[in-house]
């Protein structure tokens, strides 16, 4: 299996813009989440799902992002207007099922610079 | 309100020493508790984990020590190696609620190992 796959792995875009961010979760798994790393605040969690059901997006800061789930091997994070505050790591992640005693398995994630 | 802390956010440690790295959390729910290590310009993967019915956990030259009543965790890693200079991320679920949980990350580590 190749993993959780992310893209694009940089992306650098003007404050107002809109930015799309994909992830391909690893196949069979049920649960996929959206984080963002950043110095501050470490990871954060934006939102999960599971079994393509969004669960929880109290982590999303703002009407400006939202996250979909369409299929059972892709979801989309997207900010609009894009900020330079929004500048991050987003790392998506999937799992067999929520309470994975092994942890998630992260993506490589997708350094975002909005200038 | 970050229910996960590290409150260390670097660590330099000789090679062959002892790294000791340190977590508190403070939602008593929690009951599973992972650590995740991270290259730069890749996710985390998961490193080792611990159930709070335990009070230690090894796995090669990595053991987690949890202290239930302090609320805190560690990881020590014996003995150093150049490669495991990263950033480690402590992280904490809640498996027995009953209800959808996911893990709650702190913000990171990064641990250098010198020559």
């Known amino acids: 299996d190749a993993g959780v796959i992310q893209s694009p792995r940089h992306e650098v875009t003007e404050m107002g813009q809109e930015v799309t961010l994909r992830c391909k979760p690893i196949s069979g798994h049920n649960s996929l989440f959206w984080y963002r790393q950043t110095m501050m605040r470490g990871l954060e969690l934006l939102i999960y799902f599971n079994n393509n059901v969004p669960i929880d997006d109290s982590g999303m800061p703002e009407d400006r992002f939202s996250a979909k789930m369409p299929n059972a091997s892709f979801s989309t994070l997207k900010i609009q207007p894009s900020e330079p505050r929004d500048s991050a790591v987003y790392f998506c992640a999937s799992s067999p099922r929520l309470e994975q005693r092994d942890g998630y398995t992260f993506g490589s994630g997708t350094r975002l610079t909005v200038v | ?115």
């Open chain 2, 1 to 115: 309100d970050q229910q996960v802390k590290q409150n260390s956010p670097s660590l330099s440690v000789q090679e062959g020493r002892i790294s000791i790295l340190n977590c508190d959390y403070t939602n008593s729910m929690f009951d599973y508790f992972l650590w995740y290590k991270k290259y730069p310009a890749e996710g985390p993967t998961f490193l080792i984990s611990i159930s709070s019915i335990k009070d230690k956990n090894e796995d090669g030259r990595f053991t987690v020590f949890l202290n239930k009543s302090a609320k805190h965790l560690s990881l020590h890693i014996v003995p150093s190696q150049p490669g495991d200079s990263a950033v480690y991320f402590c992280a904490a679920i809640s498996l027995n609620t009953g209800t959808a949980s996911k893990l709650t990350f702190g913000t990171g580590t990064r641990l250098q190992v010198t020559l």
